[in-house]
């Protein structure tokens, strides 16, 4: 075991001192512990490598400093996320970050890593954990804990309150986000395989997850869902393609996602394919990020389990299974085929506060399964999204001890669904 107080860790050093020093502690490996209470000031992003346990015992804080450099980056990262390593067997555990007016620098082309904006990132990860983190203070930009491309991971304890999503899932394979209370103004939890290209360093399916004993906890304010599943398909570059900010082409054996302004809606005519290998790159005046290698075309969540979920928020929508298509992005591209998601079950939802609708679907699903739930006056709806062209097939909704279902079922008689109960 390493004490980072043997390496100068310390409550009374500045944020650049104690960067420095936390980080020459956790470049050893193993397991390293903070174990002097108070209030660290921290301004520089801290990597944790392969085999690395980083425990904040019990009185500690970290505090986030504007780094001197006037580059801000994130607070807590893996160490192969800039270069596509992947890291294995990483622990955080006890964090309780307070981000004090401080996020990273940059979105889009500006930012270190195009799609990156979290307080703490794991990119590139197989066996993660994370427990007992507490996060106050997000801005409006970074989300509390964004893991991308990732395998086998681990999120219990957590405590996340602020005004963008608590946790940001893109691409990746068994999962477990429990005992977890958020109190945020944008989504607490986002299933996000297809997202903005400024939003997901990746895009891909997001596979075998379970979402147990979470809080969506009452607010004043708020936006988006209780938990955002964003799906997409796009298709092969090809010659003269009008696109728009965040469509997604694949082109000899690599990902690209255009970056431009969301805000004007403009559409630009691509004549050169995108051909870089990593990063940002501009043809034809349209910026495109290379997220990944790969020739699939379309991405989604499946197999995911809901278990006693505490609706506490008044929400217009608490589950929402999305196609976007907007100045932002087209979850799906024009002429391409999104596949359906599903095997989505929900089992002991608490509704306790005012829910217009409990599950809205206008992506392509294919089944969805709610268990020992009331849904009070909350409606479950199937509708198509704003793109014409996607094929939507029925929908097979399964009821088990689900109470006052009858009014609350609809179809907009496009995305259809049929109704099984036991």
């Known amino acids: 075991m390493i004490l980072a107080d043997n390496f100068g860790f310390s409550p009374e050093n500045d944020g650049t001192e104690n960067a ?22 921290v301004s520089e992003p801290i990597a944790l490598g392969d085999d690395t346990a980083l425990v904040f015992e019990e009185g500690v804080t970290i505090r986030r400093q504007p780094s001197k450099s006037g580059v801000n980056g994130n607070a807590f990262i893996n160490k192969g996320l800039f270069d596509g390593i992947c890291n294995q067997n990483i622990r955080l555990i ?29 990119i590139n990860v197989k066996n993660l954990v994370v427990d007992g983190f507490e996060c106050r203070g997000l801005l409006a930009k ?13 999120l219990e304890n957590l405590f996340i309150e602020g005004n963008k999503d608590g946790v940001h899932l893109a691409i990746g394979k068994n999962f477990i986000i429990r005992h977890a209370k958020f109190r945020t103004y944008d989504d607490p939890i986002a299933l996000n395989a297809f997202d903005y290209s400024v939003s997901n360093t990746h895009v891909g399916w997001i596979e075998n997850g379970l979402i147990e004993d979470c809080y969506d906890l009452a607010d004043d304010t708020t936006t988006g869902y209780f938990c955002r599943i964003l799906g ?29 302004n969301p805000t004007d809606g403009k559409i630009y005519t691509s004549n050169t394919p995108p051909s870089h290998e990593r990063g940002y790159a501009e043809y034809d005046g349209i910026g495109w ?9 379309n991405t989604g969540c499946r197999n995911i389990r809901f278990k006693d979920i505490h609706l506490q928020k008044k929400r217009t929508i608490a589950v929402s299974i999305d196609l976007n298509h907007d100045t932002y992005a087209h979850s799906c ?27 809205r679907a206008n992506y392509p699903v294919s089944d969805i399964t709610i268990v020992n739930t009331d849904l009070k006056n909350a409606k479950i709806r199937f509708e198509r999204g704003a793109l014409d062209g996607i094929e939507y097939p029925n929908a097979t909704l ?14 907009d008689g496009v995305h259809t669904f049929t109704l099984i109960k036991e």
């Not at 970074?142 to 681990?154: A, M, P, S, V």
């Not at 469509?247 to 996602?257: K, Q």
Request: glycine share 12%; proline share 4%; charged share 20%.
């Open 289 to 297: 990020v290379c997220t990944q290698k790969g020739d699939f075309l």
């Open 20 to 41: 420095k020093s936390l980080q020459n502690a956790v470049d050893n490996g193993g397991e390293i512990r903070v174990r002097v209470p108070g209030v660290y000031d």
């Open 142 to 154: 970074d989300y509390g804990l964004q893991i991308g491309n990732f395998e086998n991971i681990r």
């Open 333 to 359: 591209y024009p002429g391409s085929i999104p596949l359906p998601q599903g095997g989505f079950v929900l089992e002991n939802v608490y509704i306790e506060n005012e829910i217009d609708r409990f599950l």
């Open 232 to 260: 997409g398909s796009w298709l092969p570059w090809f010659k003269g393609m009008p696109v728009h900010h965040s469509d997604t082409v694949c082109y000899n054996g690599r990902i690209y996602r255009v970056v431009m």
């Open 94 to 122: 006890g964090l309780r970050l307070l981000c004090n007016g401080v996020e990273s620098t940059g979105i889009g082309k500006n930012s270190r890593y195009v799609g990156l904006r979290a307080q703490v990132g794991f």
């Open 398 to 411: 399964t009821l088990r001890n689900v109470t006052n279902a009858d009014e609350n079922l609809s179809s």
